[in-house]
């Protein structure tokens, strides 16, 4: 079984900084693409930010030089750091993997997400 764990959410005033981080735990034999996404009340989920194996990253226009995103690959972990935090950043913030695992004696190829973590950007 394969667990994503997210820290780091929590209330922050405009223009401050959060720092976000996700753990893939369990039978994992390689991790490919890992992101950030996030879903304000009423929205639709929308990607924050991508990161490749090979630290390849994509960001949504509306974080662009704001958010960073990095991974550990030794450790199966991902972070993003967030900059200039603005009210309309506030969301719950998920963490995604595609990962290769094997619990068994198959290999099983999937999209796992974490619980998600909630950043609030308020005065």
């Known amino acids: 079984q394969v667990q994503l764990v997210e820290s780091g959410g929590g209330f922050v005033q405009p223009g401050g900084s959060l720092r976000l981080s996700c753990a893939a735990s369990?039978?994992?034999?390689?991790?490919?693409?890992m992101g950030w996404y996030r879903q304000a009340p009423g929205m639709q989920r929308e990607l924050v930010a991508a990161?490749?194996?090979?630290?390849?990253?994509n960001y949504a226009d509306s974080v662009k030089g704001r958010f960073t995103t990095s991974r550990d690959n030794a450790k199966n972990t991902v972070d993003l750091q967030m900059n200039s935090l603005k009210p309309e950043d506030t969301a719950v913030y998920y963490c995604?993997?595609?990962?290769?695992?094997?619990?068994?004696?198959?290999?099983?190829?999937?999209?796992?997400w974490g619980q998600g973590t909630q950043v609030t950007v308020s005065p």
């Open positions: 995604s993997a595609q990962i290769l695992s094997r619990p068994g004696s198959s290999y099983h190829l999937s999209t796992y």
């Open positions: 369990g039978s994992i034999v390689s991790i490919n693409d």
């Open positions: 990161i490749t194996k090979v630290g390849t990253t």
